[in-house]
């Protein structure tokens, strides 16, 4: 669920039917259409909106506007609204942004900007987008998009700003650069024609030219002034001496005027004025909640507009308003002053304006007047929302702007603010201080009674630091953590379910249970489905790729990494950076190495988008990987040495097996091989030390350590792991001169292979693997994909070739292969029978049992049983 869009600060205001015609700065706005922005920059009551708005009538060029207010400093409601705006002219597509809203990880809002440009640079027509009010903007991170937005926006595009401060925006740069158009007070002040135009004919008054120079002179052009000191003189008929008393400078002619120009409206429309002055933008029956009167609303609303009360339509259909900003300012003061002891009366004006705006599903808004009322409970309830908390639609920095202003009293009150607070910090991707939150939680909850307890606040809390822990690749921490959760959680709360379920499989999968952490991803993606959560739904998609990857069912990964990237959009969230990961080892496995290219260049486009993690490194290290496969040592060893230091520095230790991998192949490729024992001593990767002890030739350290490794993923059903494993196994075997059993193991590899279309597993053991394969062709084993790996082998340019290097290798003698026999008598042996007893077990005479046990001693070259069995499990016998 995504914040709703308030479509009324989307609308033009429409031109009014009697106002001064400006051509002067209709021309300068004409003009600066050839650069890239135009600034309008000037204090209250100029006329800035009034000119855009009238301008943008008279030049008939389709504009964006959007007007802007506090809650905006939210880059997520910002940039929804924007892309609103801009969509309303311009054919844009908004599937990237509102996924990308949903995000759990903080992406950079440059990656959303950048998909904008891109579209609206094949529009076919010009267009000006317009922000008004963007002197309301203090977020550094909206500051900075805006900023990306002007230097990179197409030439179709024209910005404009209405403020009334200088933004914190390159302006120097513009302005030397030529790309800039600027307005400022002195330019938008009233001519003393301008003045005696809108005085007579106007508002109907037929001042003398003096009068108008007097006024003109006390106001400096000032628009604001003249406007409310014209209203005033509507109600006097001296307008000689009301004139006179004009003395002083704006701050004190606007409050003489205000008073003026209220004191000639009913006591009806001043409390009118006054109470709705809290509300930011208003239509009759919101106005009618807070005054707590029926069927009122509309026809004053007219009445203000006729009487030019400083109220300006924010739709053709004048449904909807806002007061100008200076008039509403000095509403605020005059209630706040009016009811200074009386702070709850203003309260209950936000209370009523909250219940409005939630009853019409604008829960924002009803929260900011909720916050606004310093009614905490109130708030409280609004940001926990209607199954979908609040700031997990796009609201987290409003929410913890007011968290932020209260203080620890309050919060330990409600525990269950400490853990929003906590919750809208991981949204933004700020982990420090979530812990710290959390723990605050958990110490306030003590001194509450335990039957009322809020079970699933504790299954929250236990939530978010599962999520802490996938940041860290922490399973047992995520583990613990999302069990708690879920033992908690109340059944229908399915946002914090869906997420926790995935968070389970997460740790199911970094403990290599696959088979559960396959359940707990179909789960998770069967629930974020039912509530259209996409975040969840992505994630659990991938890790069933993942998944699927590692049981070598790579068309079914590839389906899933497919639909990850389509439902992130195009172009695709920063987070499919793991599925086109996906895509790229599949592809490089199947040997189609372009593809791969293609597919790993995408997923490190987009992983530098996500800060604070190892993505980027990972497909680093796969793509020095790729370089590798075609012969590119250099580019190899530069991807490698700079994914080298961002694992060292960033402690990326779930990289390091890949990464030392790497380094032993390259390594080889360069014929170092004092580089590659230095890795035999350092390693703390068995597979690697098998790899190494068998380029060593030192093949019955290889199988045993092999072996073992073979027998765990057996039994955890690692069907990837054990098709790898039997390779490995293959090559020690042949190493050690055992070419019977080594082409057992290969068989063995082929029959798992073969379904799942597995080649580069087979190319990139090099040489040795082209003669082991050889041999199994000229035996026919598995024939047909024998054939097909050898032609895929042979159409490489060059081959890994461990053995043409002059390394010291020393081949073992080879070990005379045991009949089936001789090798349940030795698993006997290894069992601790004696010989009669197996004698018994195999009905066989003690003699032929004896005869058994000379040919074993001599073929594995012992003299005890125990020398035989430590053999044995040496060479892999047993």
Same mark, same amino acid.
């Given at each position: 669920?995504?914040?709703?869009?308030?479509?009324?600060?989307?609308?033009?205001?429409?031109?009014?039917?009697?106002?001064?015609?400006?051509?002067?700065?209709?021309?300068?706005?004409?003009?600066?259409?050839?650069?890239?922005?135009?600034?309008?920059?000037?204090?209250?009551?100029?006329?800035?909106?009034?000119?855009?708005?009238?301008?943008?009538?008279?030049?008939?060029?389709?504009?964006?506007?959007?007007?802007?207010?506090?809650?905006?400093?939210?880059?997520?409601?910002?940039?929804?609204?924007?892309?609103?705006?801009?969509?309303?002219?311009?054919?844009?597509?908004?599937?990237?942004?509102?996924?990308?809203?949903?995000?759990?990880?903080?992406?950079?809002?440059?990656?959303?900007?950048?998909?904008?440009?891109?579209?609206?640079?094949?529009?076919?027509?010009?267009?000006?987008?317009?922000?008004?009010?963007?002197?309301?903007?203090?977020?550094?991170?909206?500051?900075?998009?805006?900023?990306?937005?002007?230097?990179?926006?197409?030439?179709?595009?024209?910005?404009?700003?209405?403020?009334?401060?200088?933004?914190?925006?390159?302006?120097?740069?513009?302005?030397?650069?030529?790309?800039?158009?600027?307005?400022?007070?002195?330019?938008?002040?009233?001519?003393?024609?301008?003045?005696?135009?809108?005085?007579?004919?106007?508002?109907?008054?037929?001042?003398?030219?003096?009068?108008?120079?007097?006024?003109?002179?006390?106001?400096?052009?000032?628009?604001?002034?003249?406007?409310?000191?014209?209203?005033?003189?509507?109600?006097?008929?001296?307008?000689?001496?009301?004139?006179?008393?004009?003395?002083?400078?704006?701050?004190?002619?606007?409050?003489?005027?205000?008073?003026?120009?209220?004191?000639?409206?009913?006591?009806?429309?001043?409390?009118?004025?006054?109470?709705?002055?809290?509300?930011?933008?208003?239509?009759?029956?919101?106005?009618?909640?807070?005054?707590?009167?029926?069927?009122?609303?509309?026809?004053?609303?007219?009445?203000?507009?006729?009487?030019?009360?400083?109220?300006?339509?924010?739709?053709?259909?004048?449904?909807?308003?806002?007061?100008?900003?200076?008039?509403?300012?000095?509403?605020?003061?005059?209630?706040?002053?009016?009811?200074?002891?009386?702070?709850?009366?203003?309260?209950?004006?936000?209370?009523?304006?909250?219940?409005?705006?939630?009853?019409?599903?604008?829960?924002?808004?009803?929260?900011?007047?909720?916050?606004?009322?310093?009614?905490?409970?109130?708030?409280?309830?609004?940001?926990?929302?209607?199954?979908?908390?609040?700031?997990?639609?796009?609201?987290?920095?409003?929410?913890?702007?007011?968290?932020?202003?209260?203080?620890?009293?309050?919060?330990?009150?409600?525990?269950?603010?400490?853990? =929003?607070?906590?919750? /809208?910090? *991981?949204?933004? $991707? !700020?982990?420090?201080?979530?812990?710290?939150? %959390? +723990?605050? &939680?958990?110490?306030?909850?003590?001194?509450?009674?335990?039957?009322?307890?809020?079970?699933?606040?504790?299954?929250?809390?236990?939530?978010?630091?599962?999520?802490?822990?996938?940041?860290?690749?922490?399973?047992?921490?995520?583990?613990?953590?999302?069990?708690?959760?879920?033992?908690?959680?109340?059944?229908?709360?399915?946002?914090?379910?869906?997420?926790?379920?995935?968070?389970?499989?997460?740790?199911?999968?970094?403990?290599?249970?696959?088979?559960?952490?396959?359940?707990?991803?179909?789960?998770?993606?069967?629930?974020?489905?039912?509530?259209?959560?996409?975040? =969840?739904?992505?994630? /659990?998609? *991938?890790?069933? $790729? !993942?998944?699927?990857?590692?049981?070598?069912? %790579? +068309?079914? &990964?590839?389906?899933?990494?497919?639909?990850?990237?389509?439902?992130?959009?195009?172009?695709?969230?920063?987070?499919?950076?793991?599925?086109?990961?996906?895509?790229?080892?599949?592809?490089?496995?199947?040997?189609?190495?372009?593809?791969?290219?293609?597919?790993?260049?995408?997923?490190?486009?987009?992983?530098?988008?996500?800060?604070?993690?190892?993505?980027?490194?990972?497909?680093?290290?796969?793509?020095?990987?790729?370089?590798?496969?075609?012969?590119?040592?250099?580019?190899?060893?530069?991807?490698?040495?700079?994914?080298?230091?961002?694992?060292?520095?960033?402690?990326?230790?779930?990289?390091?097996?890949?990464?030392?991998?790497?380094?032993?192949?390259?390594?080889?490729?360069?014929?170092?091989?004092?580089?590659?024992?230095?890795?035999?001593?350092?390693?703390?990767?068995?597979?690697?030390?098998?790899?190494?002890?068998?380029?060593?030739?030192?093949?019955?350290?290889?199988?045993?350590?092999?072996?073992?490794?073979?027998?765990?993923?057996?039994?955890?059903?690692?069907?990837?792991?054990?098709?790898?494993?039997?390779?490995?196994?293959?090559?020690?075997?042949?190493?050690?001169?055992?070419?019977?059993?080594?082409?057992?193991?290969?068989?063995?590899?082929?029959?798992?292979?073969?379904?799942?279309?597995?080649?580069?597993?087979?190319?990139?053991?090099?040489?040795?693997?082209?003669?082991?394969?050889?041999?199994?062709?000229?035996?026919?084993?598995?024939?047909?994909?024998?054939?097909?790996?050898?032609?895929?082998?042979?159409?490489?340019?060059?081959?890994?070739?461990?053995?043409?290097?002059?390394?010291?290798?020393?081949?073992?003698?080879?070990?005379?292969?045991?009949?089936?026999?001789?090798?349940?008598?030795?698993?006997?042996?290894?069992?601790?029978?004696?010989?009669?007893?197996?004698?018994?077990?195999?009905?066989?005479?003690?003699?032929?049992?004896?005869?058994?046990?000379?040919?074993?001693?001599?073929?594995?070259?012992?003299?005890?049983?125990?020398?035989?069995?430590?053999?044995?499990?040496?060479?892999?016998?047993?």
């Amino acid at each position: 669920m995504i914040v709703p869009i308030l479509t009324t600060k989307l609308h033009i205001p429409p031109a009014r039917p009697k106002v001064v015609h400006r051509s002067h700065l209709f021309k300068r706005l004409d003009e600066g259409q050839k650069r890239k922005l135009t600034l309008i920059s000037a204090s209250a009551g100029y006329g800035k909106t009034t000119l855009v708005s009238e301008w943008l009538a008279d030049c008939k060029r389709p504009a964006a506007w959007l007007s802007l207010d506090e809650g905006d400093n939210d880059s997520t409601r910002f940039l929804l609204h924007l892309i609103e705006a801009i969509k309303r002219i311009v054919n844009v597509s908004d599937q990237g942004v509102w996924k990308a809203m949903q995000s759990p990880e903080p992406l950079p809002i440059t990656y959303i900007l950048t998909s904008l440009i891109n579209e609206l640079s094949s529009a076919t027509d010009s267009f000006i987008l317009v922000l008004d009010d963007y002197h309301v903007i203090e977020s550094q991170t909206v500051h900075n998009a805006l900023s990306f937005l002007i230097d990179h926006q197409p030439f179709q595009m024209h910005s404009i700003i209405i403020t009334r401060e200088d933004p914190k925006l390159p302006i120097a740069r513009l302005r030397a650069k030529n790309e800039l158009t600027e307005l400022r007070g002195n330019d938008l002040r009233f001519t003393r024609n301008e003045t005696a135009l809108f005085f007579n004919q106007i508002m109907g008054l037929q001042l003398s030219s003096a009068e108008v120079i007097f006024l003109e002179a006390r106001t400096e052009g000032w628009i604001a002034g003249l406007q409310l000191a014209a209203i005033s003189m509507q109600g006097y008929s001296d307008t000689a001496q009301f004139i006179s008393f004009f003395t002083g400078s704006h701050r004190f002619v606007l409050d003489y005027l205000m008073e003026e120009v209220l004191k000639q409206q009913s006591e009806k429309v001043q409390t009118f004025l006054l109470h709705t002055s809290i509300l930011d933008r208003f239509c009759a029956s919101l106005c009618e909640a807070v005054l707590q009167s029926d069927k009122e609303g509309h026809d004053t609303l007219e009445h203000l507009e006729r009487s030019n009360l400083f109220i300006i339509p924010l739709d053709s259909e004048r449904l909807w308003y806002r007061y100008h900003h200076l008039f509403a300012d000095l509403l605020r003061q005059r209630l706040h002053h009016a009811n200074k002891d009386k702070a709850h009366e203003i309260a209950a004006l936000h209370t009523r304006a909250s219940h409005w705006f939630e009853e019409n599903e604008l829960e924002v808004e009803a929260f900011q007047h909720a916050a606004a009322a310093q009614d905490v409970d109130r708030a409280a309830k609004l940001i926990e929302g209607k199954g979908m908390p609040l700031h997990f639609r796009g609201a987290a920095q409003s929410v913890l702007n007011w968290l932020k202003r209260q203080d620890d009293a309050t919060l330990n009150e409600r525990p269950s603010l400490w853990v =929003i607070y906590a919750s /809208a910090l *991981l949204m933004i $991707g !700020q982990l420090n201080g979530i812990e710290q939150k %959390l +723990s605050a &939680a958990e110490a306030a909850m003590k001194h509450i009674n335990p039957n009322e307890m809020d079970r699933d606040l504790i299954g929250h809390i236990a939530s978010i630091r599962a999520t802490l822990g996938v940041t860290r690749y922490d399973a047992d921490s995520i583990r613990t953590q999302s069990l708690i959760a879920l033992e908690h959680l109340h059944p229908h709360n399915l946002p914090v379910r869906a997420a926790t379920i995935w968070t389970l499989g997460v740790a199911c999968q970094l403990q290599g249970d696959r088979a559960a952490a396959r359940r707990a991803y179909t789960e998770a993606l069967s629930i974020s489905k039912q509530i259209g959560h996409i975040m =969840i739904t992505l994630m /659990a998609s *991938l890790g069933l $790729g !993942q998944i699927q990857e590692s049981d070598n069912q %790579l +068309s079914l &990964a590839a389906q899933a990494y497919q639909q990850v990237i389509q439902l992130a959009g195009n172009p695709p969230l920063p987070v499919a950076c793991d599925a086109y990961l996906g895509l790229a080892r599949i592809r490089y496995e199947r040997n189609d190495l372009h593809a791969a290219e293609q597919h790993v260049q995408q997923s490190m486009q987009l992983a530098k988008q996500i800060e604070k993690t190892d993505r980027l490194t990972e497909s680093k290290l796969f793509a020095a990987k790729l370089k590798l496969a075609r012969h590119e040592i250099s580019a190899a060893k530069a991807l490698l040495t700079q994914a080298r230091q961002e694992v060292q520095d960033q402690h990326y230790n779930r990289l390091r097996g890949e990464m030392k991998h790497l380094e032993l192949l390259i390594s080889l490729h360069h014929g170092s091989f004092a580089e590659t024992v230095n890795l035999l001593e350092t390693s703390e990767f068995p597979v690697l030390r098998a790899r190494i002890h068998m380029i060593q030739g030192n093949a019955r350290t290889s199988l045993a350590i092999l072996g073992t490794l073979y027998d765990q993923a057996k039994a955890k059903q690692w069907k990837n792991d054990e098709i790898k494993l039997l390779i490995l196994q293959a090559l020690a075997f042949q190493v050690q001169g055992n070419m019977k059993r080594a082409l057992q193991r290969l068989n063995d590899a082929l029959i798992r292979a073969k379904n799942a279309g597995l080649v580069r597993l087979f190319i990139d053991e090099g040489k040795a693997m082209l003669d082991l394969l050889t041999a199994a062709a000229a035996r026919r084993i598995q024939p047909e994909y024998t054939e097909f790996l050898l032609a895929n082998m042979h159409r490489e340019q060059k081959l890994n070739d461990f053995a043409a290097h002059s390394f010291p290798i020393h081949f073992e003698p080879f070990v005379e292969a045991l009949s089936e026999r001789e090798l349940e008598v030795l698993q006997l042996i290894a069992q601790g029978y004696s010989n009669q007893e197996i004698s018994d077990r195999l009905f066989l005479a003690l003699s032929t049992v004896k005869g058994y046990n000379r040919n074993i001693f001599d073929n594995l070259q012992v003299k005890r049983r125990t020398e035989a069995i430590a053999r044995a499990r040496e060479l892999g016998l047993i």
